[in-house]
């Protein structure tokens, strides 16, 4: 539901900025997504009058318009071919600023001068889908006379905030302006000031010129028919159009326009059938004839079922209920006489008949979710007001009302007590009845008890339970104080495994990498643009029995695809540095008939790019392995993993399990997914981990004894991996070697090519002495003598 601000303010007092106003309306449960402020970025844009129109010298489909904006008449040239002599027109004159950064200069368009620009309302940022259709490709002509040279904001109130509220399914009161308006009146204490309904009639009753006949009581339980004669068909006054349009309406003519208000005001959804084409001027409400062919107002020809709810006149059917209106009884411009209906459809048909068509309307939505009949007749009051103060035609007194059995407001019990206990509150009996009043509902203080009678469009108000969260709501469930649990209540916990997946989704947060979260269901093609060989278990996929599409056929057995897209889909956006990762499951299918159903298995992936490289992802690894207590693993270079580049990649090594695999992924896979930058990926066994993780701190005293460092830098074959100097100084070191730590590796001019210089720190320390210098020295030489020994490694001089 979008709510323009502007508008809303017209039913209630707010005295406060819409972000407040959002997180109170989110704290009492009517949800906020989006706030969308329109008319921004326009600057100098003026209303100017069209006062010549002559052709362009130099160019046959350019043309020159004299514009006059009040203090001075502009020479200005166009392309336009919507506009006439006497039009009003927005101006964008020079140095006026326009939506997207766009800045207007005078200059010249083929040898003649052009002063400005004259805008269409695509170029003033209005959406497309709500723009008239007769000015979707040309100039904005405005349809009343404004001041010339009043800026446009000022004219016609584009600026403005429009909020869009997610309703859910019980509450389609909240469908409404006036609905809205009652959430904000009683979430921050205003005054609701509903519409002044007087309508002007004219002698003629309508009831002498309409007749409304139901015969499906079941699928229709009120209808009211209104008569307006003397329509005139015009564009509605713009305020109306620009309320629409932040609506997210589009306007089209004054009587279709003054519907589409009223149903965004009350909710109520209105139709208005040519009268002229409503043979016996009779409305009857029945069920539709099976195999019957009837087209709708969008030209489509629909079958009709013997269970659908349909409008007829004495031969011919006009609209489906509910649903839409037939392109017969269509308000044309010929259109002098109209039936206005405002009708109450039984949900469940309303839904059924659009499923079956698979056609679903702005009405349709709405009854399908259940109106108040008690409304209709006030709509269709609200319609025929505007119509006559409009000036679109006269309103026949009265209406024809058939309402067989009215809804009536139902009185039934709550107890306070039970609701305090229910929420943790302690308030009053006059307290509760304040906030429930404030939602409109009336009570009766019976002290033990209170009776409420809750107005018949609240359909969600059924039970006690309901007028818990009621109140708990106004009340703020911010304001209620937290507490433990009390009584013979067994409180959960989370087990071990998520504790550890909890831990790990903190530690990779806090090292700057964002959790993303990928479907399950996946395209089988996915493998191939990661190059998995045709043997591979990877495509060993479980199949879904009715997938929606090729694109979510199978159960994803890898999720580095999925990783990749996101990546991709970053990269295509100008995300210049990327860090993110997911925890989920990956699907493989049963090994024999005895496995009760397919495997499921905990995977983690990670991936980088931009200023990072494979350092930083090794890091992010050695830290997070390190958060989950696994020590004693090794990284042993990988050759032969298709997805990533040969020489660039590792396996995790813990004894004899792989724990997972890293590295820079290979360039046609980047290729397949057109990202144009190193990745760094790496896909791991969160199962396998589970099992290793230690969470146990062991204290470990802080030592007495002095350390002693010693630097080396050993000058090695290009080709010989640091993991092999290190597995020397770890064999060689023995007890007193307390840690080791590479900190630089040299390739330059002082090195011979083909070589590489590598330094080391290493620190000693005894655990019961202080160590001397001798022995030191001695460990030292014997791991350098190690290393040339093995490696062929010389001390760097």
Known sequence: MLVPVKWLKNYVAIDMETKELCDKMTMSGSKVETVEKTGLDIEGVV????????????????????????????????????????????????????PGGVKIKKGKLRGEVSQGMLCSQEELAIPKSVIPEDQKD???????????????????????????????SNRPDCLSMIGIAREVAATIGSTLKYPDIKVKEAEKNSCDKARVVIEDTEGCKRYVARVIEDVTIQPSPQWMQQRLAKAGVRPINNIVDITNYVMLEYGQPLHAFDLGHVEGRTIIVKKGERGQVFKTLDGV???????????????????????????????????????????????????????????????????????????????????????????????????????PQKREA?????????????????????????????????????GDVLEVTVPTYRIDLGQEADFVEEIGRIYGYDRITATMARGNIVVGGKNQGQIIEDITKEALNAMGLHEILTYSFVSPKGVDKIRVGEGSIKRNFIKLLNPLGDETSVMRTTQLPNLLEVMARNFNRKVENFRAFELGRIFLPKVDKSDPLPYEVMNLVLGVY???????????????????????????????HPTFHPGRCGNIIYGHHTIGTLGEIHPEVMENYGIHKKCYCAELDFDLLLKLTSLDAV???????????????????????????????????????????????????????????????????????????????????????????????????
């Open 47 to 98: 209303i100017g009058k069209i006062e010549e129109i002559k052709c362009h010298p130099n160019a046959d489909k350019l043309v020159i318009v004299t514009v006059n904006i009040g203090e001075e008449r502009l020479q200005i040239v166009t392309g336009a071919t919507n506009i006439a002599v006497g039009d009003y027109i927005p101006v964008a004159v020079d140095g006026a600023k326009l």
């Open 138 to 168: 040309g100039i904005w002509i405005l349809k009343e006379a404004y001041p010339l040279g009043k800026n446009l904001l000022e004219a016609i109130d584009l600026q403005d905030e429009v909020i869009e509220f997610e309703i859910t």
């Open 301 to 403: 020809e629909r079958k009709i079922k013997d269970y659908m709810t349909m409008i007829y006149d004495i031969n011919k059917p006009l609209a489906i209920a509910g649903v839409m209106g037939g392109e017969e009884s269509e308000v044309t411009s010929k259109t002098k006489n109209i039936l206005l209906e405002s009708a109450y459809f039984h949900p469940e048909g309303v839904r059924l008949t659009s499923k079956q068509l698979g056609l679903r309307t702005e009405a349709s939505s709405r009854f399908e979710k259940g109106l108040d009949p008690n409304i209709a007749r006030i709509a269709a009051d609200r319609a025929c007001q505007l119509i006559e103060e409009l000036g679109a035609g006269k309103v026949l007194k009265g209406a024809v009302d058939v309402y």
């Open 410 to 446: 139902q009185p039934q019990n709550i107890r306070p007590h039970r609701i305090n206990s229910l929420l943790g509150t302690a308030l009053t009996n006059e307290e509760m009845i304040e906030i429930l009043k404030k939602l409109e509902i009336e009570v009766k203080d019976q």
């Open 610 to 640: 931009g200023e990072e490289d494979f350092f930083t992802l090794k890091g992010v690894l050695d830290s997070l392995l390190e958060r989950l207590g696994i020590k004693d693993y090794e990284y042993v270079v990988e050759k032969h």
């Open 699 to 797: 204290y470990q005293p802080l030592p007495k004894y002095p350390s002693i460092s010693r630097d080396f830098a050993v000058v090695v074959k290009e080709t010989t991996l640091v993991k092999e100097i290190e597995n020397i100084i770890v064999a060689e070191g023995g007890e007193m070697l307390e840690s080791y730590s590479l900190f630089d590796v040299y390739r330059g001019n002082q090195i011979n090519e083909g070589y590489k210089s590598v330094a080391y720190t290493l620190t000693y320390r005894h655990k019961d002495r202080t160590l001397k210098e001798e022995e030191v020295n001695k460990v030292q030489e014997k791991i350098l003598q190690r290393i040339k020994e093995v490696l062929g490694g010389l001390l760097r001089e």
